[in-house]
């Protein structure tokens, strides 16, 4: 099985930076990709953002360059810096995971989710 563990998540104050780690493991043939999604209290689940195992990123609208994602392919980790944080970046974070567990194909692995609050 492979298991996406989060962490990083918690409550910072508006203007600040916060940075989320999601590491993968278990049997993982090979990694196509790894990101982040979010959800927010009656909203829809959207990308933050996402980054191929050859270094391309995507990243939702709303980042306007506030957020970097990066991946350490050796570590099987994934990593979401934030900071400019709003309070509209309110939300449950969520670890995604596109991996080939044994050279038959791709499937998509989501981690729990970390709740990540803007407040002041």
């Known amino acids: 099985q492979v298991q996406l563990v989060e962490s990083g998540g918690g409550l910072v104050q508006p203007g600040g930076s916060l940075r989320l780690s999601c590491a993968a493991s278990?049997?993982?043939?090979?990694?196509?990709?790894m990101g982040w999604y979010r959800q927010a209290p009656g909203k829809e689940r959207e990308l933050v953002g996402v980054?191929?195992?050859?270094?391309?990123?995507n990243y939702g609208d709303f980042v306007k360059g506030r957020f970097t994602i990066s991946l350490d392919s050796a570590k099987k980790t994934v990593y979401l810096q934030m900071s400019s944080l709003k309070p509209e970046d309110t939300a449950v974070y969520y670890c995604?995971?596109?991996?080939?567990?044994?050279?038959?194909?791709?499937?998509?692995?989501w981690g729990q989710g970390t709740q990540v609050t803007v407040s002041s």
């Open positions: 995604y995971a596109r991996i080939d567990k044994d050279g038959l194909g791709t499937h998509d692995y």
């Open positions: 278990g049997s993982i043939f090979s990694i196509d990709a």
């Open positions: 980054i191929t195992s050859g270094g391309l990123r």
